[in-house]
């Protein structure tokens, strides 16, 4: 049967390094170790650079969120100052309009007094060279002088404010340019602090973006830390269990030197197939068996050659019933192809106690290992004088 297949399969064993390997071992972890030591610093390094370059991004993206900030209040107080200026150029363009019309009155109202004292002359002259010289001034031959002189007045106080209009229109159209070139010059201030705002919030978001990034680096490079931190501390476990390992598998070597030709039968009887390679008449071909095989007759007790636990105790595929134990000294004792089993997993037996017994082919099938690795078992069971086989011992 191929014991070492089902026991590799089942998974029962633990898997412990040959005693050879261990020092191997430790140097292997002892290198692994120093390596993920060396990434550490390096990964150390590069994040106390990166915390230094997250810093001055962040100083930067503060220094131009102030200068973004500076520049909003001056824009706001430039379109503050637009506003008033242009109120003012408002204002003085309605007056201008106004002492334009007042200027225009003026002249009109100038023009026809003029033009009404031209015509009074003008009839006047005519009317007297037609008329022969009288002594007798009556009163409509004088009323034309009140007239006259009303006219004369009317027309050179109509000049006079004409002049007066057109004086304080020029002196507003003035002004109303004065506020107009200083409203131009305010928007033209205002677009450039606009433009410069917006360089300044341009600077701020990828200020903030590339604080962002780099902070998001940071917290990848701070996982990688962790994570080498962690590998680091789990290598130095592993390696501090394979050096307890080494010395336990020292003191188990001593143990078991000790226990060579003292173990007790699990039951008595004649070897029929002994431990290694062997030929097989029946298949015609060389074998290679973990284990030796215990001819004793059928319901025959069966137990345990040591104390310990039992880590399987069921029938398993066509191997029979199965019974494992996991004894304190190291080993693990196998007993296959039983008739009936008397202990349940995980139960603790103590030596000689009964785990099953053989079935009609009255025999059974046994075997030793250590560290997953079968021994032979004539070497460690006391001598058996009934067996033929129980001298072949290396």
């Known amino acids: 049967m191929k014991w070492n297949s089902v026991l590799i399969v089942m998974g029962l064993l633990p898997s412990i390094v040959a005693g050879d390997a261990y020092e191997t071992l430790v140097h292997r972890y002892e290198r692994q170790i120093n390596q993920q030591e060396r990434q550490l610093n390096t990964l150390q390094s590069q994040l106390a650079a990166k915390e230094r370059d997250a810093s001055r991004w962040k100083q930067k993206a503060d220094e131009a969120k102030g200068e973004w900030s500076q520049s909003a209040a001056s824009s706001e107080h430039a379109k503050e100052k637009v506003k008033e200026v242009h109120m003012q150029w408002s204002k003085a363009r309605t007056l201008a309009e106004a002492a334009e019309w007042s200027a ?3 002249s009109l109202l100038a023009r026809a007094a003029d033009g009404q004292l031209a015509f009074l ?8 060279r037609l008329l022969r010289p009288v002594t007798t001034v009556t009163v409509a ?15 050179g106080d109509s000049h006079k404010a004409a002049e007066d209009a057109q004086i304080q229109e020029t002196a507003l159209r003035t002004e109303e340019m004065h506020w ?110 973990n284990g030796i095989r215990i001819e004793t007759g059928p319901a025959h007790m069966v137990r345990s050659v040591q104390g310990g636990r039992i880590l399987f105790a069921k029938a398993f595929r066509y191997y029979g019933q199965l019974v494992i134990v996991r004894h304190k000294s190291g080993l693990t004792s196998v007993y296959g192809g039983l008739g009936e089993i008397r202990v349940k997993e995980n139960e603790n037996v103590s ?31 006391a001598p058996n004088h009934r067996s033929d086989l129980s001298s072949r011992r290396k």
Do not use: C
Not at 121 to 128: A, C, D, L, M, P
Not at 141 to 155: A, K, T, Y
Not at 357 to 371: I, K, M, P
């Open 104 to 106: 225009t009155e003026r």
């Open 121 to 128: 002359v003008r009839e006047r002259y005519e009317t007297s």
């Open 141 to 155: 031959d004088r009323l034309h002088e009140f007239f006259l002189q009303d006219l004369v007045s009317l027309s």
């Open 180 to 289: 107009q070139t200083q409203e131009q010059q305010h928007e033209t201030q205002l677009e450039k602090l606009r433009q410069k705002q917006q360089t300044q919030w341009l600077k701020w978001q990828e200020a903030n973006q590339r604080r962002a990034a780099l902070e998001e680096e940071k917290h990848q490079m701070e996982e990688s830390a962790e994570a080498l931190r962690v590998m680091v501390q789990e290598l130095r476990e592993h390696r501090d269990h394979t050096l307890a390992a080494r010395q336990e598998r020292t003191t188990d070597d001593r143990a078991l030197v000790a226990l060579r030709g003292s173990l007790p039968w699990p039951a008595l009887g004649r070897v029929t197939q002994t431990f290694g390679r062997q030929y097989s008449s029946d298949l015609n071909q060389l074998l290679v068996s």
């Open 351 to 381: 030596a000689l106690d009964t785990l099953g017994t053989t079935g009609d082919t009255g025999t059974f099938y046994f075997e030793l290992r250590r560290d997953e690795q079968p021994i032979n078992p004539l070497v460690y069971l």
